[in-house]
């Protein structure tokens, strides 16, 4: 009999933001507890000071070097509409359309179309399809890896080393699968050049 370990909410003291930042005093002391659990908020902003932060791999999709982003807040798996054009991928239009957009209040919201089906995605020894939903990303990723990747692969981050490890038992190639931040582990024979 295989042994499933169920997730739980650990118990920790509340993180917030000084008051200034929610709007309200009364937020905030509201805001500790959800569903009995204590909970904290975070945000998160891309800078170019700071790529450690993030967990990224070199792969390739179909064949054509992509860079990656581990993005398990992410509702979808996302591809770079030009990496999708300029590679001619097949693209097939979303039963219903629809728009994404970002945690930040008044951000910008993305048109969602279109998508790519079953694209073969290699990261180091991590090789299986995906269904990618096809947006305009920004130019420092290629491929976003998001919750329906998690789903899936059931992959665990290790923060600290910017590290993925895929168990067997949900692993395409049925053994543990330990994928390497890109800056651990760079594209094969590529050199620095491999996304110039």
């Not at 290699?122 to 995906?130: E, T, V, W």
């Not at 939903?133 to 890896?145: E, N």
Request: negative net charge; proline residues 10%.
């Amino acid at each position: 009999m295989q042994y499933q370990q169920m997730w739980q909410p650990a118990a920790r003291p509340v993180t917030d933001l000084p008051p200034g930042l929610w709007g309200s005093q009364r937020q905030n002391q509201n805001a500790g507890m959800q569903n009995g659990y204590p909970f904290c908020r975070y945000y998160s902003t891309k800078t170019s000071r700071a790529p450690e932060k993030l967990i990224r791999f070199h792969g390739r999709l179909a064949g054509v070097p992509v860079r990656c982003l581990y993005d398990p807040g992410a509702d979808f798996n996302f591809l770079a509409h030009s990496v999708a054009k300029s590679n001619h991928f097949t693209l097939w239009d979303l039963d219903e359309p629809t728009a994404c957009k970002g945690g930040l209040n008044g951000g910008p919201q993305l048109p969602i179309s279109q998508e790519v089906k079953g694209l073969p995605l290699c990261i180091q020894g991590f090789s299986a399809p995906l269904d990618l939903i096809v947006v305009d990303l920004d130019d420092d990723y290629d491929v976003m890896l998001g919750m329906p990747f998690c789903e899936e692969y059931i992959p665990i981050p290790y923060y600290r080393e910017k590290a993925l490890t895929i168990p067997a038992c949900e692993s395409p190639t049925g053994r543990d699968l330990l994928l390497l931040d890109s800056k651990e582990y760079p594209a094969e024979g590529e050199g620095e050049d491999f996304f110039s």
